[in-house]
Structure formats: C-alpha cells, structure tokens
C-alpha cells in the first residue's frame, strides 16, 4: 500500500481515490456474496479460485447482482482451465489437442482432474481441483449451462486449429486477419457468452445479444491490448501474436524488434498495433451505451477503460520491448470509482485517446491514419 502510495505521490487525486477505495465500506453485493459463502464449501472454493487466478477480473465479477455472479464466475473458472491447458508449452500436442477439443464435454464429468500440466503452468492448482468447478458448473440454471458449454466448444475448436496451424502455413500468426480470428476465439467469444448470460439473467435486454460484432469488439480490444503489452514476455517464454503482416513492414526477425539500432521501426510498428487496435474503439463504446444494469454496466466498462489507458501508456513506449509495464495503480483504482456511468466512460475514453494524438509523430507512417482513428472517437 505504501509503495502504491508513493507512486501517485504527486497526483493527489489518484492518492484521494486510492484512500476513499481503501476506506469504503462493503458493498451490499460483497456483503450478499460473503453470506452465500457461509455454508457452501464448494461453492467458496470456487471463489477461492477466481481471486486466486484473475487479479483483472475476479473484483468486477464479485460485484455482479446475485442473478449473474455465479454464472460468470463458473464461465470464467470454466474458460480459465481451458486457457490453462492452451498455455501449457510442456504439454504433448496431440493431447493437447484432445482436450482442447473435448473440453465442452469434460464440463459434465463429475469427478474430472487433471494434473498433466507443467508444474510451473501458472494456474494449474485450478486443473488439479477441477472437480470442483464442475460440481458448481453442473448446478447452474441449464440455460446458463448451456451458454458456458457452447462458447467452450467453440473456443477449444479454435484454439485447436491455432495450437495444429491447421489454417495456416506455420505457427505464428501471419495475417491482420489471422490476428482477428485468433482474438475473436480467445475473448471475442468470451464477449458473445456474457451477453448470452447477461440476456438469459434477464437484467438486460435480449437486444444485447444480437449484434455480435459489438460483442466481440469488447473482448478483442481487451486481447489485443494485451498482447501489445505482453511483448517481451511472450517473446522470452518463445510464443509471438502480433501479426507478421505489420511487423514484417518494420523488421525480418519478431526478436529484433527489441535492439536499440532499430529503435525507430520498432516504433513505427508499436504504434502501428496500438492504430488496429484503436478501430474497436467505436464498437466498445457503442456496445457499453445499450448496458442498462448497473452492476453489468461496471463490470464490463471497467475492463475497457483500463485498456485504454493500457493503450495510452504504450502508445509510442519503446520500454514495452524491455520490460512489462503496467498503470499505476492510482489511475487505474481513480478510474474504476468512475466508470459508473456513460458520460464518465465517455470521458476517459477521450482524455487517453487524446494522449495518444499528443505523442502522434508527424515522422509516423502512420500519423495520418492514427489522427483519423483518434478522430472517430473525439
Ligand atoms: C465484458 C467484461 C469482460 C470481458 C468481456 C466483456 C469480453 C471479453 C472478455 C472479458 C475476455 C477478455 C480476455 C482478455 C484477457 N485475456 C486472457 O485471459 C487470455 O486468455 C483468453 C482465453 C481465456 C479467457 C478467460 C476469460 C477471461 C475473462 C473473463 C472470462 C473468461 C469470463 C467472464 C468474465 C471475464 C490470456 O490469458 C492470460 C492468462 O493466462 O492469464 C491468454 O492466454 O492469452
Ligand atoms: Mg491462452
């Protein structure tokens, strides 16, 4: 806390909110949580779960209405054990694959463990006490069991295609639209079975559900975020999403992006995947706009305003191909006591992208394009 502190040290509105954050008292939501817990062994493992495995989302998750907080929970722990399987580099492919692809099937099997993965794969307690997780699954509303199984199914396929490169020639990812596919399985999808739950929880409208493309613009935005800041830990563990078709404008090796002689491309292509994800923008904000719940509105507004300011920070950063940067915690704490409603959202949305036109280069190839981009949103 005191290093957090001493961080927004000479921002004294990021000190005020982490103070009044720190000092708040429970919400009605928590309070509610904490008393399902009370006699529920297995269902208080699960939490123990979420808060053990997402540091991004088991807070906005906790504070849902009681009619969708167990359903996102188990969608999450649900996805978290699939991702946990994708991520495994020790794991044999061809059993890889297998339970990638069988994974929406394994979600009814009482009494399912696994503890094949690597031992230093960062969540594989969750797969050893899966048993768990599917006992909670296995008592959702079907509804809710049938969005969760779906959405598996469909991301273990695709994330099967990506780990075989099935649809392409070798195992990176070459085109923008290779990298728009790879986004749309792995959180595009994600974004489609929260507004399938949030419609079936009936705290939203079943509209929300319908325009898939805003449903997938909320979760590639996060995805894609992501991986820009994830460069040189992906790099180092040997794995590398950012498309060759903008890389390979810039530099012949992925790897050599990293070396200071080449300090101007590496830039130029920075700021070049920080452009493609910019143009999700629109949709994020539109899809944010038909939200009529309140807890639904935070929990998904939360994560988007974050990665804008994500955006901003890396935006022109050559520190991204050094090291793993992240907001401060201050700003990140001032901007969730915010984003409770849509001017506010609205209004964080344009301070960062106005950021990003301030450190614009006219020297950038793509300056005009990113002032087009910036010129959409403000
Ligand atoms: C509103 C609110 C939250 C949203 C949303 C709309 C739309 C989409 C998403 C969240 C998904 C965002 C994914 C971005 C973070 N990326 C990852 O976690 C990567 O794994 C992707 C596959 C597993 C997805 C699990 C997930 C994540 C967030 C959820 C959720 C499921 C269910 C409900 C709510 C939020 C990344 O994982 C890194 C890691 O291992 O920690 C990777 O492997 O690339
Ligand atoms: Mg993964």
Known sequence: ??????????????????????????????????????????????????????RSFAAVIQELDD?????????????????????????????????????????????????????????????????????EFLKLKPEFQKVIANITKLMGNGMADYATGEHRE???????????????????????????????????????????TLSNAMGVLLQKTNIIRDYREDLDDGRQFWPREIWGQYIDKFGDLTKPENKDKAKHCLNHMVLNVLNHVPDSLTYLSRLRNQSVFNFCAIPQVMAIATLALVFNNLDIYQRNIKIRKGEAVKMILQSTNMDNVIAIFRHYVFEIAKRNEATDPNFMNISMAVGRVS
């Not at 990021?14 to 006699?39: G, H, I």
């Open 170 to 212: 070798n195992t990176s990812v070459a085109t923008v639209k290779d990298f728009d596919l790879y986004c749309h399985y792995v959180a595009g999808l994600v974004g489609y079975g929260l507004s399938d739950l949030f419609a079936a929880s009936g705290l939203e409208s079943k509209e929300i559900a319908e325009d898939k």
């Open 67 to 135: 009619e969708l907080r167990d359903a996102v929970c188990l969608f999450y722990l649900v996805l978290r054990g699939l991702d946990t399987i994708e991520d495994d580099m020790t794991l044999n492919l061809d059993r890889k694959v297998e339970l990638l692809r069988s994974f929406d099937q394994i979600i009814y099997q009482k009494g399912w463990t696994f503890n094949e993965n690597g031992p230093n794969e960062k969540d594989r307690e969750l797969l050893v006490h899966f048993d768990v997780v599917i006992d």
């Open 1 to 54: 806390m005191l290093g957090v502190i001493l961080e927004s040290i000479t921002r004294p509105s990021e000190v005020a909110a982490l103070l009044q954050y720190k000092f708040a008292p429970k919400s009605s939501s928590t309070e509610r949580l904490k008393q399902s817990l009370a006699n529920d062994a297995s269902k208080k493992e699960c939490y123990k779960y979420l808060n053990m495995t997402s």
